[in-house]
Nanobody, 126 residues
Framework: QVQLEESGGGLVQAGGSLRLSCAAS????????MGWFRQAPGKEREIVAS????????YYTNAVKGRFTISRDNAKNTVYLQMNSLNPEDTAIYYC???????????????????WGQGTQVTVSS
C-alpha cells in the first residue's frame, strides 16, 4: 500500500519560513518523480515544484522561484520543500505527489500524478 505522509505545515508570519517533508512508503521511491502541489480555497490545485527521480533536475512555478527549494533523499524515501520569504498568497493546503517515470516530471495536470498525500495546511499571516 502506497503512502505519502506530509508534515511541517503550520502558521507563520509573512517573511517567515517553513520546511515541508513528505515520507513515502510502499513504492520504489527512487523510481518516481516527486512533486508538491497546493490548493487554496476556491482555487484549482496547482503545481508548486517537482523533482526528477534522480534529483538533479527541478521545476518551479514562477510564483515561487527564488523562494522555494525542492529536494529529495532517496535513501530516506523523503522529499522536502523549503519555503522562504512566505507571503499570504502562499496560504494553501500543500500536497505531496508521486509520478511514474513516463512522461514529464513537471506536468501541472493533477490527474497525471499517480499517488497523493493527505495534505498539510500552510497559513501565512500578514
Amino acid at each position: 500500500q502506497v503512502q505519502l505522509e506530509e508534515s511541517g505545515g503550520g502558521l507563520v508570519q509573512a517573511g517567515g519560513s517553513l520546511r515541508l517533508s513528505c515520507a513515502a512508503s510502499g513504492l520504489p521511491f527512487g523510481r518516481f518523480h516527486m512533486g508538491w502541489f497546493r490548493q487554496a480555497p476556491g482555487k484549482e490545485r496547482e503545481i508548486v515544484a517537482s523533482i526528477r527521480w534522480h534529483g538533479t533536475e527541478t521545476y518551479y512555478t514562477n510564483a515561487v522561484k527564488g523562494r522555494f527549494t525542492i529536494s529529495r533523499d532517496n535513501a530516506k524515501n523523503t522529499v522536502y520543500l523549503q519555503m522562504n520569504s512566505l507571503n499570504p498568497e502562499d496560504t494553501a493546503i500543500y500536497y505531496c505527489a508521486a509520478k511514474y517515470l513516463s512522461g514529464s516530471y513537471y506536468t501541472s495536470t493533477p490527474s497525471e500524478w499517480n499517488y497523493w498525500g493527505q495534505g498539510t495546511q500552510v497559513t501565512v499571516s500578514s
